[in-house]
């Protein structure tokens, strides 16, 4: 097999792995939405938004970048042979981490009243958001847990990890709202990064020890100090991100109020949800294989295209049903009371397209470690984002998010995709821009259909969908050289793209 073919499954092999456990975690954590948007409605569904991005956003602060920057020595470690270093990296990281989680959650409870006065603007929530300083923690340590994981390449243990967490999560979060109902909301949030910090913990702890000599704690001071500088601009870069939509969800409260946050928080987390299926399945090997060979950009930029190419096939079936059937997909995952999220949810959907084909581009910049441009990059697309949210909502009504998102990626990708070829001199080839240009008319035909009629839309999502999914099995067929009854599908895919001049190769 060449070389290609033996990468194109490496990269499926591993997609698969985390995208099976990924979808697990889905549909697992449906049942959990589910559950939560019958006994809480669209308010409560809002409030849990607004909770779990004050969680994540002094999560993001708390751990100062240490996990991505953490998985790229490791991963570069990995990528030398070199033990030693791989030792010295997870011990940093390790302490590193410790420390952070236990100071982030204490400053995160000593801000609560600040927190909820002057962002949720109700000092009601104030012993709430006190709770909340728990999941600020373990969230800290569970960074440090994946990112362990992910530069080693574990991806078996990253998948157990993601399953079982959602497991343990949604077994303990239901019969909180069962029992107690609007009272065990803080229960409910609590106990997702409770799960995943118990589960992670045991995952690394299963780990060969990282034999090196001791490390006194003068020097883990110069290595914090070195994770840091770096590692600050990745946090300031998700913090940028996290606030962003923080300050999105308490326009549209102020604006619209509880009902239409829930509705938007509703087509956010569907849009997320699928959309983090495709890129957590790539990203789990991606990131660290990418930062392994960062200095080669002939392999950088075959790898990011191999892995555009890749994500368009596999994203496209997804993106194309989920246009054509957005009003049933939110009566199905949340109630008929949340279908004000249909318009926000197809722009969305348009959105992810663009994500997706950015996505691996901006993982060059996290890859090489710059971080400065990194941080431009993230702040300059989620300004937009605000941005329009801001001048739009007032006129356009909660659509305008929807819209906003678009935007954030129409602008995205045109400034990754410059910064890439400057960097390595990167540039799509052909196959990957004929997938991206097809999947982004095939989008927008079946968007407008469905907008004029809800079941010509069903329809013709759905063949797109299923006619788009025969060639992407043909194409993956063809790259990867499988055998059996996929050989056919191959066959048929080399015949059309040769004559229609795609594929030359």
Known sequence: MSDEGKSYRQILRSSSIIGGASLLNILIGLVRTKVAAIFLGPAGIGLIGLFNHLIATASNVASLGFGPVGTRQIAEGVGREDAAAVALARQSLYWGTLVLAAGGAALFWLMRDILATHVLKDASLTDEVGWLAVGVGLNV????????????????????????????STALGIPALLLWGQSGLLAYLLVTPI???????????RLPKAASAPISLSFLVRQWRDMARLGMAFMLA??????????????????????????????????????????????????????????????????????????????GPVVLAMLGLTPWVITLLYSPQFMEASGVLRWQVLGDILKVASWPLGVIILAAGDGRTYLFAE???????????????????????????????????????????????????????????????????????????????????????????????????????????????????????????????
């Open 141 to 168: 340590a569970a960074i440090s847990q994946s990112a362990v994981l992910n530069g080693l390449r574990r991806i078996g243990d990253l998948a157990w990890v993601s399953v079982l967490s959602a497991v343990l």
């Open 238 to 315: 998700g913090l940028a991100v996290t606030v962003a939509n923080l300050v999105v969800r308490t326009l549209v409260q102020r604006e619209l109020g509880p009902d239409a946050l829930g509705h938007f928080e509703a087509a956010w987390m569907i849009s997320m949800t699928y959309m983090g299926l495709v890129l957590r399945a790539m990203g789990a090997d991606y990131y660290p294989r990418l930062a392994s060979s960062i200095h080669n950009h002939a392999d950088v930029n075959r790898l990011v295209n191999e892995q555009t190419e890749v994500a368009l096939l596999l994203a």
């Open 379 to 505: 702040i300059f697309s989620v300004s937009i984002f605000v941005f329009c949210v801001w001048i739009g909502l007032p006129y356009v009504g909660l659509n305008i998010t929807g819209l906003g998102f678009l935007a954030m990626y129409a602008f995205y990708l045109p400034l990754v995709y410059w910064l890439a070829s400057r960097r390595t001199g990167f540039h799509w080839n052909r196959m990957v821009m004929w997938k991206l240009l097809l999947l982004l008319v095939a989008s927008v035909g079946v968007a407008l259909i469905a907008v004029h009629s809800k079941i010509a839309g069903a329809i013709f999502g759905l063949i797109f969908s299923i006619v788009y999914g025969f060639f992407a099995l043909a194409r993956l067929a063809h790259m990867t050289n499988l055998s059996g009854p996929l050989v056919g599908f191959a066959r048929v895919y080399r015949k059309l793209a040769v004559r229609l001049g795609i594929d030359n190769n």
């Open 195 to 205: 799960a995943s910090f118990l589960v992670g913990y045991g995952y690394v702890a």
